[in-house]
């Protein structure tokens, strides 16, 4: 059974920083893109960034320069580090794991910038 398991969440003020993890078990992964989504309440999950096997990562515009995605391959863990944090990152931030024919998803973890 797979599961990715998602830690690090939390309340921040405006300008801290949170790190998140996630770690994949229950299957090989060999081939495969690991991201981070948000969803706020009241709209819709969006992409906060990726990043696959291969190191090649992607980033929502609104985060660039502040969060960094990274991976541990032998973990099958990835972190997402989140500096300069604002009030409308403030969400449910979901870690997923996507390959050719599969795609999972972790429970969510809070995350709650203050102002």
């Known amino acids: 059974q797979v599961q990715l398991v998602e830690s690090g969440g939390g309340l921040v003020q405006a300008g801290g920083s949170l790190r998140l993890s996630c770690a994949a078990s229950g299957r090989d992964f060999s081939i495969n893109v690991m991201g981070w989504y948000r969803q706020a309440p009241g709209k819709q999950r969006e992409l906060v960034a990726s990043?696959?096997?291969?190191?090649?990562?992607n980033y929502a515009d609104s985060v660039k320069g502040r969060f960094t995605i990274s991976r541990d391959s032998a973990k099958n863990t990835v972190y997402l580090q989140m500096n300069s944090l604002k009030p409308e990152d403030t969400a449910v931030y979901y870690c997923?794991?996507?390959?050719?024919?599969?795609?999972?998803w972790g429970q969510g973890t809070q995350v709650t910038v203050s102002s």
């Open positions: 997923n794991l996507a390959g050719a024919t599969f795609l999972y």
């Open positions: 990043i696959t096997s291969g190191g090649i990562t």
